[in-house]
């Protein structure tokens, strides 16, 4: 069984974007597709990025923790609120951290916002610095518009029917790329 971490970066009180986080996890687990974890930032609660954490002289466990979990996973979903128009300094100060982790992962994007617009501004300045770290960054994407209406405090969607029609399109699209970045490079 195939391993993906679901990363949430929101660290606000009230937070919306985690209930797509729980519905991923749910959706994959029922379905048998993939074990998965949620990689809660909130709970991790990391300080301000200071340094990459293979130059840390005495990094935080929780640190080596999260690095752990992202090199063991097969994949990788990123949920990503919009803020401004870019994604929250919670979501780059984990990925600055690591370095070679992300190197040929495959990450899916669902990009998040209460608004009409699904928060897609973020999906050119995230998929950017994914590409730079060498990450294999899926094409289709998740945006979720309207994140209070499409899901409850539970991440259970409003409409069920649409939602898993969508998130097994996504998820596919994940799981194939999973399978891809499995074959040997070319010499
Ligand atoms: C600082 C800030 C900036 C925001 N900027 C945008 C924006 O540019 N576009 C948008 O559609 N929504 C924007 N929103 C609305 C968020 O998409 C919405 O609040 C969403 O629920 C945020 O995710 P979260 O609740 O998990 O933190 C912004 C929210 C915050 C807190």
Redesign the pocket.
Known sequence: MKKIAIISP?V?R?????RVALWFKSYLEENNLAESEILDMAEYRFPLFDERLKKQENPLPEAQKFAGKISSADGVIIIS?????GY?ASLKNVIDLLTDEWRDMPVAISP????P?G?T?VITSLQFTLWKMGAWTVPTMFPVPR??EAFNEEGLPADPESMSKRTARFTGELLRCIMASELPAED
Do not use: A, C, L
């Open positions: 929101s606000r009230g937070r919306k974007s985690h609120p919009e803020y401004n128009g929250p998040v916002s209460d608004g617009f928060g501004q994140v209070s």
